[in-house]
Nanobody, 116 residues
Framework: QVQLVESGGGLVQPGGSLRLSCATS????????MSWYRQAPGKERELVAR????????NYAESVKGRFTISRDNVKNTVYLQMNSLKPEDTAVYFC?????????WGQGTQVTVSS
């Protein structure tokens, strides 16, 4: 059974930091490209960051470049998103996503709220 379980979300003040984790099981994690998406109320889901299967390459949305860092641990089958200098516009539900040829997997999401 495939599972992707996000954690680490919460309420943080502007300028603060959070670290999201996504623990996975049930698929070949080390062979999967992993990503974080987010969806704010009334908006479409958008790609935040992506990391290749062995971490050799990463990509970021322009809005988070220089503030967010995606990483992975292929021993723990976990992907992370370090979020610094958070802004109110970063408020959204953050989803973990895994992709292999012809297959993709989603987590249930974790809420991040940036507010004073």
């Amino acid at each position: 059974q495939v599972q992707l379980v996000e954690s680490g979300g919460g309420l943080v003040q502007p300028g603060g930091s959070l670290r999201l984790s996504c623990a996975t099981s049930g698929f070949a994690f080390s062979l999967a490209a992993m990503s974080w998406y987010r969806q704010a109320p009334g908006k479409e889901r958008e790609l935040v960051a992506r990391i290749s299967s062995f971490g050799a390459s990463t990509n970021y949305a322009e809005s988070v470049k220089g503030r967010f860092t995606i990483s992975r641990d292929n021993v723990k089958n976990t992907v992370y998103l370090q979020m610094n200098s958070l802004k109110p516009e970063d408020t959204a539900v953050y989803f973990c996503h895994g992709a292999r040829p012809a297959r993709e997997y989603w987590g249930q999401g974790t809420q991040v709220t940036v507010s004073s």
